[in-house]
C-alpha cells in the first residue's frame, strides 16, 4: 500500500491550496480516511476525516469552515482543499488510511495503518 501526498507549496496567509493523495495497492472506498499534520515541535494532529459507513465527515475546530475534506473513488485519491490559510496553518500535512472496516472515523492518529509521506505546507503572513 502507498500512498502519495502532493499539493504542499507556499501561500500567503488568506490564500488556498488543495492537498492530494493518491493510493495504490488498495482501494479507499471500504475505509476510513483522515488528513493529518504536524508543525515543528508538536503533536500530530487530525485534521478531517471521511467516514467511509456514510460518508459523513468530522473536522477539528481549527478546520471548520476552512477546510474541506473529499475523496475521488474513480481516481482513488483523497483530497484536502484548504482556505483562508493561516500563519498557524503551517505544518507537514499527512494522509491516512484505517484498515478497519465498519467504524466510526477518527481524528487520532494511532487508529490510522497507512500513512503518506506528508506534504509541507507554508503560510507567509
Known amino acids: 500500500v502507498q500512498l502519495q501526498a502532493s499539493g504542499g507549496g507556499l501561500v500567503q496567509a488568506g490564500g488556498s491550496l488543495r492537498l492530494s493523495c493518491a493510493a495504490s495497492?488498495?482501494?479507499?472506498?471500504?475505509?476510513?480516511i483522515a488528513w493529518f499534520r504536524q508543525a515543528p515541535g508538536k503533536e500530530r494532529e487530525g485534521v478531517s476525516c471521511?467516514?467511509?459507513?456514510?460518508?459523513?465527515?468530522n473536522y477539528a475546530d481549527s478546520a471548520k469552515g476552512r477546510f474541506t475534506i473529499s475523496r475521488d473513488n474513480a481516481k482513488n485519491t483523497m483530497y484536502l482543499q484548504m482556505n483562508s490559510l493561516k500563519p498557524e496553518d503551517p505544518a507537514v500535512y499527512y494522509c491516512?488510511?484505517?484498515?478497519?472496516?465498519?467504524?466510526?472515523?477518527?481524528?487520532?492518529?494511532?487508529?490510522?495503518?497507512?500513512w503518506g509521506q506528508g506534504t509541507q505546507v507554508t503560510v507567509s503572513s
Open positions: 491516512a488510511v484505517d484498515n478497519l472496516v465498519g467504524v466510526r472515523c477518527s481524528t487520532n492518529y494511532y487508529e490510522y495503518d497507512y
Open positions: 495497492g488498495l482501494r479507499l472506498r471500504p475505509y476510513n
Open positions: 471521511i467516514d467511509s459507513r456514510d460518508g459523513s465527515t
